[in-house]
């Protein structure tokens, strides 16, 4: 027997195992918080000029940013690169697990927000790449990516697969066969 839909009697497809869906969740955002000190804490960005170099990681340049009065800068960097991602992160591990000690509207909004800030996400590479071009004055400047970047593209790699993968469906349908 196969169920179809009452209205369009198209065919309705069984979905696949959440378990084993959130339990792929679970490890990419293991595996992305890992990563994740990493990121922010080795140099992301040398800048080489007239001779000196400066390393910069994601911490070090939010609070030269904030400590030099740039602070829209600095918070919008705080946010999109070390706030979000943490958050983000975070919270895929926790509900990927079922959201065991959240109730069902607090699992609700969670996945909510893990949506809304997945789209702000890349703010911080817009404003990078804006930083570099700005910098880059003809040879007088020269910008390189440091140890960090490849950890931190591997970090929001990790996210994005974790997000990809996340079963919302399964969450709501594990938790009410959880409480009966």
């Not at 895929?92 to 959201?99: D, F, I, K, N, P």
């Not at 790699?157 to 469906?169: N, Q």
């Amino acid at each position: 027997m196969r169920a179809h839909c009452s209205r369009c009697q198209t065919g309705l497809h069984k979905r696949s195992s959440s378990l084993r869906c959130n339990s792929r969740t679970a490890a990419l955002a293991f595996a992305g918080l890992l990563l994740y000190p990493v990121a922010i804490s080795l140099p992301m960005i040398r800048v080489e000029q007239f001779g000196h170099h400066n390393d910069a990681s994601i911490l070090e340049g939010t609070a030269t940013l904030l400590s030099s009065g740039h602070i829209l800068v600095g918070v919008v960097v705080l946010l999109c690169s070390v706030v979000l991602p943490l958050g983000k992160l975070l919270s895929l591990l926790v509900l990927s697990a079922g959201g065991l000690l959240m109730r069902k509207e607090h699992r609700a909004l969670t996945y909510q927000i893990v949506e809304f800030t997945g789209r702000w996400g890349m703010l911080d590479v817009l404003l990078v790449a804006i930083l570099v071009a700005v910098l880059k004055l003809g040879d007088m400047v020269d910008v390189s990516a440091g140890p960090a970047a490849l950890a931190f593209t591997a970090c929001v790699i990790l996210s994005l697969l974790a997000s990809a993968s996340f079963d919302a469906h399964g969450l709501w349908s594990d938790a009410d066969a959880n409480s009966q």
